[in-house]
């Protein structure tokens, strides 16, 4: 089992991560530019899209993957999907180094083997303001192909093994919170409800 408890919100030097484990914006297709507009939140149904494989690794794949470094160092992230800036296609990134100098691009990432599990307590920014303590593999084998076309297979344990199967199952379309019980679930959906309502009576 993970000893270690994380705090999907921002890093610190503490003696536990802390950090945003995913970062949300809207993508338009034209010239593959990039636009902050605003983070996906569930019950968004866009998260729940599920990307296609990229065919080709052109300069079109790796400008998405520059652009999405850009958005998640400038947010803190150590992790970002390419689902979550409205772009079906499966790309990932991640970077868990504190000078964020060692970017992690996965292309067509795949998982090939779960080992035991462990619990770490996980955060979303397309979830605000809620965590909860989620059990997933503790050991994971996984390949990917590189902005370069070459075919990787690799393995990951820890904070690493968390983040990939977190980013994957956003290209899968599917939430942490899809872990919770359905009562949690549903808890979760009447706060958001109730607090939008008084957003728009605020307007």
Known sequence: MLAETIFFCGLTTTNYFSCILSVSYDYFGANSAMAIL???????????????????????????????LDIMYAKNGIGLAATQVNIQQRIVVIDLSEEKNEPLILINPKITKLVG??????????????Y?????????????????????????????????????????????????????????KKKIDKQEKLQQKTL
């Open 38 to 68: 605003k983070v996906l939140n569930f019950p968004d149904p866009r998260l729940r899209a599920k990307a296609l494989p990229v065919e080709k690794i052109d300069s079109k794949v790796k400008e998405i993957a520059g652009n999405m």
């Open 117 to 130: 599990s462990g619990t770490m307590r996980e955060g979303c920014l397309s979830v605000p303001d809620y």
């Open 132 to 188: 909860d303590i989620i059990e997933r593999a503790e050991y994971i084998e996984f390949c990917y192909k590189t902005l370069d076309d070459e075919v990787i297979t690799s393995n990951a344990d820890g904070l690493l093994a968390v983040c990939i199967q977190h980013e994957i199952d956003h290209l899968d379309g599917k939430l942490f919170i899809d872990y919770l019980s359905l009562l949690k679930r549903q808890r979760l």
